[in-house]
């Protein structure tokens, strides 16, 4: 199983973009993990963006896209969306999204190695 990551492309700052994150094959229920989202910009670390629990919804950011980055489900579509607003030229990275179980939902914006699934990215270029 792999998570597909969509919806990044070129985009000028102040804009908004909205990723999804779905499964590769069908019956794979993306509610029944914690699915975050990460991405890396070339020469950088792999930073956790977002998460969201897969039992009460809470949701988590990291302080550079709180505000302006909203993580949500729609379990009817077997979906996890990112809305991205507001970018800025430093949010040009890949994006990808990650299953987590729910043990790591805590720490779940460090826990990408932890991850039980994950898959390709989609790039997003914050750029004028």
């Known amino acids: 199983v792999q998570l597909q990551a969509s919806g990044g492309g070129l985009v000028q700052p102040g804009g908004s973009l909205r990723l999804s994150c779905a499964a590769s094959?069908?019956?794979?229920?993306?509610?029944?993990?914690?699915i975050g989202w990460f991405r890396q910009a070339p020469g950088k670390e792999r930073e956790g963006i977002s998460c969201?629990?897969?039992?009460?919804?809470?949701?988590y950011y990291a302080d550079s896209v709180k505000g302006r980055f909203t993580i949500s489900r729609d379990n009817a579509e077997n979906t996890v969306y990112l809305q991205l607003s507001s970018l800025k030229p430093e949010d040009t990275a890949v994006y990808y999204c990650?299953?987590?179980?729910?043990?790591?939902?805590?720490?779940?914006?460090?826990?990408?190695?932890?991850?039980?699934?994950r898959g390709q990215g989609t790039l997003v270029t914050v750029s004028s």
């Open positions: 990650a299953a987590l179980y729910h043990r790591w939902v805590k720490v779940c914006l460090t826990a990408s190695s932890r991850a039980q699934y």
């Open positions: 094959i069908s019956g794979f229920r993306l509610d029944d993990y914690v």
């Open positions: 969201i629990s897969d039992t009460d919804g809470s949701t």
